[in-house]
């Protein structure tokens, strides 16, 4: 909330709409068909947000580390069923913020709504971003961007998850990481 810029009296008003959650891993803050809402803050731990594909293969969109916020938008603003999944890869302490919360808090203190459209414009730019890469860039750039965006994540989870994200297979993954560990590039 500091980064809102809420002083304690503010913070006091709106902290009976504060819930925090503790998901173990492997269990789903969202499953397909269902309507998304909440966004979700994570304070500890990791999620993926992600789509299955014809073929039952996964296709991750987003990691979600400490101080991330994820979400279905589409589904939490038109109020449609989901065709995504947010599940925890580990366990994770996520603090859950729906419409109220952002009324209430916008209500009390008018700059966050300033606050809240930056982070929306900002994930926007994310995205475009994303797609452009997805499009036109190399495994090796699109491997590039991934380590630069979540620098610890490609610790905490699997090599067939950042394939996924990736958009390539784990073997073209492997290929890459071979060839930039020859050009001693080190990530860590």
């Known amino acids: 909330m ?9 913070i006091a008003q709106i902290d009976h709409l504060i819930i925090s959650k503790t998901v173990e891993k492997g269990e789903f803050l ?20 992600y789509a299955l ?10 990691f979600a580390t400490e101080n991330w916020i994820v979400s279905d938008r589409g589904s939490a603003y038109f109020q449609q069923p989901s065709t995504y999944y947010i599940d925890a890869i580990e366990p994770t302490t996520v603090v859950m913020i729906n419409q109220d919360f952002i ?10 709504r300033v606050h809240n459209e930056r982070l929306l414009q900002n994930h926007i730019r994310s995205l475009y971003k994303r797609v452009s890469l997805l499009l036109g860039a190399s ?24 394939a ?25």
């Not at 969202?30 to 947000?49: D, Q």
């Not at 090796?140 to 699997?158: A, E, G, N, Q």
């Open 53 to 62: 594909n014809e073929e039952g293969k996964e296709n991750i969109l987003q």
């Open 139 to 162: 495994a090796k750039t699109r491997y590039l961007d991934f380590i630069k965006t979540y620098p610890d994540v490609t610790l905490r989870v699997p090599q067939w998850m950042i």
């Open 103 to 112: 009324n209430k808090v916008t209500e009390i203190n008018p700059n966050f």
């Open 30 to 49: 969202l499953k397909e068909g269902e309507i998304c809402n909440h966004s979700f803050f994570v304070e500890k731990g990791l999620l993926r947000f």
């Open 2 to 10: 500091e980064k809102c810029e809420l002083s304690r009296d503010e």
């Open 164 to 188: 996924s994200y990736l958009g390539v297979t784990p073997e073209s993954l492997s290929r890459v990481r071979k060839a930039l560990a020859k050009e001693n590039f080190k990530p860590y």
